[in-house]
């Protein structure tokens, strides 16, 4: 079977294991069996960001954003005010999640590929209005790794919550959630936990969860401490779970575990190394500067050669089994690969050389007029 080489941030691509997972008796997600399943990822879910027994996952149908909405929505009380950090489009994001709940909030809008500024943020948070701090750690829209532990220094010093979207990075880049300072942790299935779309989650610690009231005028389906109680009573998600989701990400968590966290951050860390070396010797220019490259993923200034369509680019790739991604709300115009997934640095080879092909087929020669700006235009 050929493969389609998904550059894309997510869904990623998958092993021939976990597809294998998919493909289950078919049982009834109220049954015992299934119940001690989902026990199992719950807990593997947890143990990837080496957090203890007095922490809990709680898990939801539902794509990645689900799990930012559930957090968000199940935490911050209706008198409490939500500091949000937005220097890119999953940032705005949780702007509109809170303002779609009416969620008393702030936004901080950098502007996209802006890195934050934790000392103006934490003059903000010193109004000590602010009962939760929201932050990207991996923005996918530009390749940013934000510097989630310092705002979460100074969000503790205040008296305020951290609830982290850790989408693109958890499982990625090895993470200890109380060293990073979250307090509230949420990723998906299908991204470098590398299992299939359809479960969203949030980790955080057990006692808050316990304590925690449930707010009038909140999602009924995304509220974490129903979620939460009911699997702790009943053994079993509250309401239909994706059932064959949940045995891939069992076999997803199996494979992470027995690849461990180092081995595959390096892995990780190949793919981008060849991939990003091999397209700047093309003459891609990188829109954020080094020190700030999440090297999960990464965004190029998009050439401006009178041959060059993203669509065409895009499909000449796709034709040679790689799919690569649009640009998001970035200031200059990108296109995104991410090295996330079940590949390695050959599949990254391959990918360099049929770039090289696509470039000759389209005539893209030079690829940047003066007009551009130089690599790392973002970040600064
Ligand atoms: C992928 C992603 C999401 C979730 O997107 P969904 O389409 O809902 O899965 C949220 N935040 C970040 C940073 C992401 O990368």
Redesign the pocket.
């Known amino acids: 079977m050929s493969r389609m080489i998904l550059l894309n941030?997510?869904p990623a691509n998958t092993t021939a294991t976990v597809k294998q997972a998919l493909q289950v008796d078919d049982i009834c997600p109220r049954e015992k069996a299934f119940g001690e399943v989902l026990l199992r990822v719950r807990a593997g879910l947890t143990k990837v960001v080496h957090a203890g027994s007095d922490y809990s996952t709680v898990m939801f149908c539902g794509?990645?954003?689900?799990g930012?909405e559930a957090a968000i929505c199940s935490t911050v009380p209706p008198a409490g005010r939500l500091l949000v950090v937005d220097n890119g489009s999953?940032g705005a994001?949780m702007q509109q999640i809170a303002a779609a709940y009416g969620i008393p909030h702030d936004s901080l809008t950098l502007g996209v590929g802006t890195r934050p500024d934790v000392a103006a943020i934490d003059a903000q948070l010193a109004s000590g209005r602010y009962t939760q701090l929201a932050v990207?750690h991996?923005?996918?829209s530009t390749g940013m790794l934000n510097p989630v532990q310092q705002l979460a220094t100074a969000a503790h010093a205040r008296g305020c919550e951290v609830i982290v979207?850790a989408?693109?990075s958890y499982a990625g880049i090895p993470i200890d959630i109380a060293e990073l300072g979250a307090d509230w942790l949420v990723s998906?299935s299908?991204?470098c936990i590398q299992g299939m779309?359809g479960l969203s989650f949030v980790i955080g610690r057990c006692a808050r969860l316990a304590e925690l009231p449930v707010f009038p005028g909140r999602s009924y389906y995304l509220n974490m401490v129903q979620q939460h109680r009911y699997l702790e009573a009943h053994g079993q998600m509250q309401f239909t779970p994706p059932v064959q989701v949940v045995y891939a990400l069992d076999q997803a968590l199996r494979e992470y575990f027995a690849e461990g966290a180092v081995a595959r951050h390096a892995r990780y860390m190949d793919n981008f190394r060849v991939m990003d070396d091999g397209i700047r010797q093309l003459g891609f220019r990188r829109l954020m500067t080094e020190d700030v490259l999440s090297r999960i993923l990464t965004a190029y200034l998009e050439p401006d050669h009178p041959n060059y369509d993203f669509e065409r680019f895009h499909d000449a790739l796709y034709t040679r089994g790689f799919t690569i991604y649009p640009g998001k709300g970035a200031l200059h115009n990108t296109f995104r690969l991410a090295n996330m997934g079940a590949i390695d640095a050959s599949n990254m080879r391959d990918f360099v050389t049929a770039v090289a092909t696509v470039l000759e087929e389209l005539q893209l020669a030079p690829l940047y007029s003066a007009a551009v700006p130089p690599e790392g235009a973002c970040g600064n």
């Open positions: 941030p997510g794509s990645g954003t689900a930012v999953y994001r990207v991996h923005e996918t979207d989408m693109s998906s299908n991204k779309a």
